[in-house]
């Protein structure tokens, strides 16, 4: 029994690790599940650049493939040879032919004569004949005129040109020059009238029958031409990959990729994939374990980076698999985009280079597509800044598109030789590639939602003053109001001397006491010249309700939905120190004190934005104590306050360096300064 509580105890105390090692797991298992199934060439190589492997030959006997190029001029000659099937409906001609001599009276009543009326109708006869042996076409077709095509008359099919056929223009000039020529053409208008309402086009073209005729002959079409024997040399080591060598490579990996995802083989290439991904994998976990900590321990978090991941890989694989040339479409820039909206670059850079690697198992032209993507992730990170302006993010998505295709360009020159033949449809790819990108702020924002994340534009909403906690905070408690402005000016300020996130320290320093709303008159700040609220309590009680102004504002930001990396901020900025005026006060009326009576719970500032709303809170609030303030004596005063924070080691938690420390005093003493409008002291 102790045994196994012992278990479920060590198993509660690690089941953080256990979780993270279940989602590296299941990840590395969806990403491999994802992959194309199949096998993987063992050699790069690259159009117009010279084999860097020693000499190649054939390990077994494989065809030589066409190029698309090829084989499509086949397809188009076939399409140009390929003869079309027309139909003659019998029944308009002889329908034409009957109706003819009962017309023909009520056309031309003039001939009076028995002989020329007879001579008259079969001159018109013979016309009118002549136009339906092979018939007028229903509607034009774009068919060069000696193109040879099949007329097919009942159960008979007459081979003849498309020029015999009449068209609509062909049955006016032959009606015309007939009648011209002939001793009839004072009747012309007669015979004019009596043929346009007699004759009706009467061929159309056999689609039906053409298109299966066409599609039988497409599909005779070879995709091979030749072969290379097992033990033949493809290519010699520094010859140029280029024509015929070229396309012998093609063919051996195509036929290598097939033959080796075989089931005899398929655990194996599991095996390997998992190995890769898993390696891949582990080297994020480690490089959060190591430069991110707060992040590593938070599971939420690490599943929200993991899960990015995961879903890139699934678009991108996605596309390789149902349509590989749109691969350029995919936006993979939003990875980077989202991770430092949530985290910082160093960290979306990271996890954005892992990614890609993972995705070169996959994608067609590796190296390049490589290239591409890494290239267009250093410039997301270096030039998108404060995201929150919609601006910046336009401006990023201008400058990652023309990247994008100056990349391309100089590949495309390095294999064509040539500048010429570029593809407009991949350029346009990578437009469309820079527009989705744009969809970064919905999908931040569905985020926040979802994984209960902060980011820029989230604190610029809660930086407004005018929001509804503000706007109570300072109706109930003005002076701790004003404080938490000041502070959040002077917290700013250090924030961007040392580069940490100033825009989270903002918010979080306007938040910071919002627990004195509960009892304002407590502290100095909110107190009127009528007298001190203190003055009726013991030292233990009012350092009691001091120290519950940190709860307090714990409760009121929960209540209010404000995010957790805001809440750390109220939690942690007074860290464990001591209420040292009350805490003095109790030892004089009491031999024996508990110090931790009079203690802050904690935690201390874990991080630098926390550690530098610490020391503004403490050097802003002590600030109003200068009775005559003097540059000398706010810089000695601005060194004591923070040099005894750090001798009760309340910045051991947090990621901030001694230089830093020292910036962060600067940047005080000069606001402070300012503040008091006081003028340097030059020595007499």
């Known amino acids: 029994m102790l045994f196994v509580k ?144 099949f007329l097919n008359k009942g159960n008979e099919a007459e081979a003849i040109t498309y020029g015999q056929i009449l068209t609509p223009n062909g049955l006016t000039q032959i009606i015309n020059s007939r009648i011209d020529k002939s001793e009839y053409v004072k009747f012309k208008s007669n015979y004019v009238a009596l043929f346009y309402d007699l004759i009706k086009p009467n061929v159309r073209l056999n689609k039906k029958l053409t298109v299966s005729t066409l599609e039988a002959e497409l599909t005779k079409v070879l995709t091979t031409r030749g072969g290379v024997s097992k033990g033949s040399r493809i290519i010699a080591k520094g010859e140029v990959v280029e024509g015929d060598k070229l396309q012998k490579l093609n063919s051996l990996k195509a036929e290598y990729e097939s033959q080796v995802w075989s089931d005899k083989n398929f655990y194996w290439i599991v095996l390997g994939y998992c190995l890769l991904v898993s390696l891949a994998l582990m080297m994020l976990l480690l490089f959060i374990r190591k430069y991110r900590p707060d992040i590593y321990e938070n599971n939420t978090q690490v599943t929200f980076i993991f899960f990015n991941v995961l879903f890139m890989v699934f678009i991108t694989t996605m596309v390789v698999t149902y349509k590989s040339e749109y691969i350029y479409a995919v936006p993979l820039c939003i990875l980077p985009l989202i991770l430092k909206a949530f985290f910082d670059s160093r960290l979306g850079l990271f996890t954005h280079v892992i990614t890609v690697l993972i995705l070169g198992f996959v994608v067609p032209n590796s190296y390049e597509y490589m290239f591409l993507q890494i290239i267009a992730g250093i410039v997301t990170i270096l030039t998108i800044s404060e995201s929150f302006k919609r601006a910046n993010l336009f401006i990023s998505v201008g400058q990652i598109t023309v990247i994008y295709i100056l990349a391309y360009i ?188 009079f203690q802050y719970p904690g935690p201390k500032p874990f991080s630098k934005e926390t550690a530098i709303l610490m020391m503004s809170d403490s050097v802003e609030a002590a600030s109003k104590s200068l009775k005559n303030p003097t540059s000398s004596l706010i810089d000695s005063f601005v060194e004591k306050i923070v040099n005894k924070q750090m001798e009760n080691g309340q910045f051991l938690n947090s990621n901030i360096t001694f230089k830093e420390i020292q910036q962060i005093k600067k940047v005080f003493k000069r606001k402070l300064t300012n503040i008091y409008h006081l003028r340097i002291e030059y020595p007499e």
């Open 6 to 149: 012992s278990f479920l105890n060590r198993f509660y105390n690690r089941q953080s690790l256990f979780y993270r090692i279940f989602l590296f797991i299941s990840t590395t298992a969806l990403i491999v599940y994802l992959f194309p199934k199949g096998g993987v060439f063992k050699y790069e190589f690259t159009k117009g650049k010279p084999w860097q492997y020693e000499n190649l030959y054939a390990p077994f006997d494989f065809a030589i493939a066409k190029t698309d190029l090829e084989i499509q001029n086949e397809k188009n000659q076939i399409r140009d040879k390929v003869i079309p099937y027309f139909e003659y409906d019998t029944i308009i001609a002889n329908t034409a032919k009957e109706s003819y001599d009962r017309l023909f009276s009520n056309y031309l009543t003039d001939l009076s004569e028995s002989n020329v009326n007879d001579q008259a109708k079969l001159f018109g006869r013979i016309l009118l004949n002549d136009i339906y042996r092979y018939g007028v076409l229903q509607e034009i077709y774009s068919y060069n005129s000696n193109r040879q095509l």
């Open 410 to 597: 100089a590949f495309h020159i390095i294999h064509e030789g040539t500048i010429t033949n570029i593809d407009w449809v991949t350029v346009g790819l990578f437009i469309i590639s820079g527009l989705a990108t744009l969809i970064v702020h919905p999908l931040i924002y569905a985020y926040e939602k979802i994984f209960g994340l902060i980011s820029d534009v989230s604190l610029l909403e809660l930086s407004d003053t005018n929001s509804v906690l503000l706007k109570e905070l300072s109706n109930k408690a003005p002076g701790t109001f004003h404080h938490s402005l000041n502070v959040a000016n002077i917290a700013e300020a250090a924030a961007n001397e040392i580069g940490a996130n100033s825009m989270l320290v903002r918010v979080g320093a306007l938040y910071h006491d919002i627990g004195k709303m509960v009892n304002p008159t407590y502290f100095t700040e909110n107190q009127s010249a009528s007298g001190n609220a203190h003055d009726v309590l013991s030292p233990k009680e009012s350092a009691k309700i001091i120290i519950n102004h940190v709860i307090h504002g714990i409760e009121i930001a929960k209540k209010n939905n404000l995010p957790d990396r805001v809440i750390d901020f109220i939690r942690t900025h007074h860290g464990t120190s001591t209420v040292y005026y009350f805490y003095t006060k109790e030892k004089e009326i009491s031999e024996r004190v508990n110090i931790e009576d």
